[in-house]
């Protein structure tokens, strides 16, 4: 399984019920138990701040945006910003197994972008040149070469596409549980079932974290809380442009048919997607018009209407079962990239 909805870790690592007391005092409280949050308190501890608290909600650790997505990871972006990032961290994943130690299912499957437009066409030609700048070994690949190398897909539509086998898949849950054990054997404390209620400040700068298991006085905080940054932010009177988006998802049953090297399948002006999950697949499709919310019930008339498109796309789709479904939260910014640094005060 590449999803969160997978428990490959064991459960007592995601798991941390509040047993201990909460610690008075912090020098930083990380808000959110997902990736951000879970790799940002490792990252501390490496440098030597280990006086960190890592708060989580959830009574799991990446039970939120984190373990419900689709759990890809891609070089392919439209911007410089993203493509550098990725570059900066994605080598992190290959090493994983030995730092921070932890297995992570990670499959090196590739992304293949559908483009049946024109227009599609020509931007995906100018996001290629910009990747193949900075390094990225981004391929071209005319709709006959589509055709030959994933013949299962109904692409007779499909003009061409872009192709990068450095991109593929990992395990949400268990990036995460590296991360959190290596954060706690390095002193960070890491708790779940611990929500945030507010934030003091006096002076202009932050004083403290209100939760529902008391009161924590720090220096910092850090905001990783996903969809649910613009809330937490309000709390410390700092408006956050982040958008909370439903996003849908399902596996199949098993489908022998589909042979191991089948890549991550996005076709791009459906947003509809597929990818290799355990012996079946994982599908999903994102709505033009949901509206921004933090509704995580299954639309069931969407996923009717995204699986007739999906087996218009891949007519085997028609022969499995629904293995399971769910919904979970995407963040979305005005431009697309990551918030990323300090607030003054």
Known sequence: MTTGQSLLSPISNLY????????????????GGGVMGASTAYHLARRGCTDVLLLEKQEFFGMGATGRCAGGIRYQFSTEINIRLSLLSLPMLDRFEEEPGQAIGLRRDGYLFLLTNERDVARFRHNMALQRSLGVPTEWLDGDEVRRRVPLLAADDVIAATF????????????????????????????????????????GRITGVVTDRGTIACE????AAGPWSALVSEMAGVPLPVTPIRRQMLTTTALPEVPPDFPFVIDFAQSLYFHREGDGLLTGQSNPEEPPGYDERVDRAWEMAHMEAAIRRLPLLAQAGRAAHWAGLYEVTPDAHPIIGGVPG
Do not use: K
């Open 16 to 31: 941390s019920p509040f047993t201990m007391s909460l610690p008075a005092t912090t020098q930083i409280v990380i808000i």
């Open 164 to 203: 990068c086998a450095r991109d593929g898949l990992a395990d949400p849950n268990s990036v995460v549980m590296g991360y959190v054990t290596a954060a706690r054997r390095l002193g960070v404390t890491a708790l779940t079932g611990v929500a945030v209620t507010g934030i003091e400040r006096a002076g």
């Open 220 to 223: 910092t905080v850090v905001n």
